[in-house]
């Protein structure tokens, strides 16, 4: 029922041989999320599994304008070609329903109508609206564009503990009543929560290669998985670049933009960063033809963040 649609429409047959790159399109291209495309590619690539795009235009008062149209262009200066069409989250709405609607049915969704405030100082959710269970169906809307105002934040139940096995940062273990606690899968404004939409696109994905800085995000989905009885794919967080301050390279710093006139010199600067091994090509084609035949995913270090080479910062 979550599962993906083909471009008519059509339910689609579980593709679990398939990576991805799902960019938010909150600004330009920057060096973090190249970093998370090159990894995710070269490990797609490398076990024959496809590699597609997916833009995650599901929060609109974040988009920045222009971004979702800029993202591809630049993705293809640097050679990072994706298979099929490009999916957008904000197409996906129907199947985020269904999901809501069936963890309704478990009884596992509630009302929440706290506010930041009210939960200031609290390290995670104290569970004060787990009374007010939602029905599926009538509770369990969601919006395009946010609500004119504000209703009803969905929560989901967590109880439990959660172990993920990630091939770059290896065994984590999370007590999820201690974190991340009850969390958000309908947000006060009617837009469907980060954590329920990429937990059930991802589904389908059978190995999720990104940037540490969502490691943590990762035992929600994870939760969220379990409770729609979906199984998790397997997660691989790389470091994430930091320049000399220690501050992350993206968007929200400073760091200058991605130089996509020198496209080469910037992907053999992230592929060292990655803690691969050196090779000589002369070409884009060069560098993508080699790439996934010799990327190792063991090389990665174990670090959720390390000080970008010259060639990045
Ligand atoms: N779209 C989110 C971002 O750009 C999540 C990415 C992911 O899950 O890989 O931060």
Request: with cysteine; charged share 20%; aromatic share 6%.
């Amino acid at each position: 029922m979550y599962r993906l649609q083909d471009a008519g429409g059509n339910p689609r047959a579980p593709d679990r041989l398939s990576g991805r790159f799902a960019p938010s399109p909150t600004g330009p291209l920057h060096v973090g999320s190249l970093i998370a495309a090159v990894a995710s590619r070269c490990e797609a690539l490398s076990s024959g599994a496809a590699w597609h795009l997916r833009i995650d235009d599901i929060d609109p008062p974040r988009e920045q304008a222009g971004a979702r149209d800029a993202i591809p262009p630049s993705l293809a200066r640097f050679g990072l070609h994706w298979t099929g069409p490009i999916r957008f989250q904000s197409a996906r709405l129907p199947g985020y329903r269904d999901a809501l609607t069936d963890l309704a049915s478990k009884g596992l969704l509630y009302r929440c109508r706290c506010t930041r405030a009210m939960l200031a100082g609290a390290s995670c959710y104290p569970g004060s609206c787990r009374h007010r269970v939602a029905r599926p169906g009538c509770d369990t809307t969601l919006s395009h564009s946010p609500w004119p105002s504000v209703a009803d934040a969905l929560r989901l139940r967590l109880d439990g503990s959660i172990h993920i096995d990630d091939a770059v940062q290896g065994r984590q273990h999370t007590v999820l009543e201690q974190n991340p606690g009850d969390i958000v899968v309908r947000r006060r404004d009617g837009l469907v929560a980060y954590a329920l939409a990429t937990a059930v696109d991802d589904a389908d994905v059978e190995t999720v290669v990104r940037g540490a800085d969502l490691l943590e995000a990762t035992t929600a989905q994870c939760a969220i998985l379990r409770a729609l009885d979906l199984s998790a794919p397997r997660w691989a967080h790389v470091p994430v670049a930091l320049d000399g301050n220690g501050d992350k390279l993206g968007k929200s710093t400073s760091a200058r933009a991605i130089d996509t006139m020198e496209p080469l010199s910037t992907l053999q600067a992230v592929w060292s960063f990655l803690g691969q091994a050196r090779f000589a090509a002369d070409t884009l084609d060069a560098f993508w033809r080699e790439a996934p035949r010799r990327w190792s995913m063991q090389e990665v270090p174990a670090v959720r963040s390390r000080l970008a080479p010259s060639g990045l910062a």
